[in-house]
C-alpha cells in the first residue's frame, strides 16, 4: 500500500516539480546574467578612470592606488545590493517574531 501510495504522489506532483525546477534554472541563469552585466560595468568604469587619471590628468602613483582601493571598495558595495531585496523577507519573517508584544 506504501510503495501504491508513492507511486501516486510522484505520479501526481512530478510535472510539478519539473515545472518548479525549469523555473529554479530560469532564474539562475537571469541573476548570473545580471551579475555578470553589473560586474562588466564596474569594471569599465574602473578601467576608464585609471585610464584617465594616468594619461589625461598625469596622475601620481598615490592617486592611482587610491583609484583603485575606493573602487574596489565600490564594487563591494555594488555587488551586495542586488542580495538585499533576497535577504529582506527573511529579516522581516525573523523581526516579526520578536516585535511582537506577549
Do not use: C
Amino acid at each position: 500500500m506504501k510503495v501504491v501510495l508513492q507511486l501516486v504522489i510522484a505520479l501526481h506532483f512530478d510535472p510539478n516539480l519539473q515545472a518548479l525546477r525549469k523555473f529554479t534554472v530560469n532564474l539562475s541563469d537571469t541573476k548570473t546574467l545580471v551579475y555578470g552585466v553589473i560586474l562588466s560595468v564596474l569594471l569599465a568604469a574602473i578601467i576608464f578612470n585609471l585610464a584617465y587619471a594616468a594619461h589625461v590628468l598625469a596622475a601620481s602613483a598615490g592617486t592611482i592606488f587610491s583609484i583603485i582601493t575606493y573602487s574596489r571598495k565600490f564594487i563591494n558595495v555594488a555587488a551586495a545590493i542586488p542580495l538585499a531585496p533576497q535577504s529582506w523577507p527573511r529579516l522581516s519573517e525573523i523581526i516579526a517574531p520578536l516585535n511582537r508584544t506577549p
